[in-house]
């Protein structure tokens, strides 16, 4: 009886840290609980930078883009932006302003400009001419067609409105490394604690607390692992150590893209429950 309690706490899978982040592309936010909606967890990707053509900006372009921090004030609906000892505070509430078309990836999605003193404020922060935009709630932008349950839809997240990646996993790949690497270079809205490396890639049904989850595909990299979060210096790894164990069909994989059934809140410290 004692080894098989030691193996179920060996084996339990509980969910040790939430991560949103809202603008996309740059610094995250660590919560202790979140309300998951339709299109991801409550303010995740929402906003996102885009240039002249309307075309969304990455660090994968400009890699100072990781050097902006994000705070957020739940009670007063505000971001709070914050690079090089300078703040901009912009409000999170619905914007009574003209639509505008934007590009992300194959996607093309009705957004509108925060304000131009907003993008005035980021153009020169970036020293790339760009606007900021928010993306409503309801405005549709929906998940590929091939993977979705239920029409479901994304944020401005690459693709899919969650992602989940395993403390173990992690664990796998530095130990592979001579340098380890943070798991904000993934940039994962759920991490957990317990099981194995790399078992995320095969859930499927799964809960957290009262919401019922589906992993629909594991997650293709690119170069913005590379970046260090902290100086928006670039390197080789972990990419190029991951390619030697985890590529296959020409993409490298690393966590677990996810779709949400219910729309209940999440609480760091809920058992994961495979199904």
């Keep these: 009886m004692g080894l098989g309690i030691s193996l179920y706490t060996m084996y339990k899978r ?6 949103i982040y809202p603008i996309k592309s740059m610094g995250g ?18 906003w996102m930078l885009v240039d002249e053509e309307g075309v969304f900006l990455t660090q994968r372009l400009s890699p100072r883009m990781a050097l902006f921090n994000i705070s957020i004030d739940t009670v007063k609906k ?31 999605v009705d957004v509108t400009e925060v304000s131009a003193e907003c993008s005035k404020w980021f153009s020169e922060k970036l020293n790339v001419k760009c606007r900021l935009v ?34 173990q996993s992690l664990a796998d790949v530095n130990a592979r490394l001579q340098e380890p690497v943070p798991m904000n270079r993934f940039r994962p809205n759920f991490i957990f604690t317990g099981g194995t490396a790399y078992e995320e890639d095969t859930w499927k049904n799964f809960r957290i607390g009262r919401n019922r989850f589906l992993g629909v595909k594991p997650c293709g990299r690119c170069i913005m692992t590379t970046i260090n979060q902290q100086t928006a210096e670039q ?18 994989y690393f966590g677990q893209n996810v779709l949400a059934i219910d729309h209940h809140e999440v609480t760091e410290g809920d058992e994961i429950i495979l199904e």
């Design 14 to 19: 509980i969910l040790s840290e939430i991560w």
């Design 29 to 46: 936010i660590r919560l202790r609980s979140s309300k998951v909606m339709d299109k991801g967890l409550q303010y995740d990707r929402r």
């Design 78 to 108: 505000q971001l709070t932006v914050s690079i090089d000892h300078d703040q901009y505070t912009l409000s999170m509430q619905s914007l009574d302003s003209p639509v505008i078309r934007a590009k992300i990836w194959d996607d093309e």
């Design 134 to 167: 928010s993306f409503p709630e309801h405005n549709p932008r929906p998940v590929n067609p091939l993977f979705a349950s239920n029409n479901e839809q994304v944020s401005l997240a690459d693709g899919y409105p969650i992602l989940v990646i395993g403390e």
């Design 235 to 252: 390197g080789k790894e972990p990419l190029a150590t991951l390619s030697t164990y985890r590529k296959r069909d020409n993409k490298i």
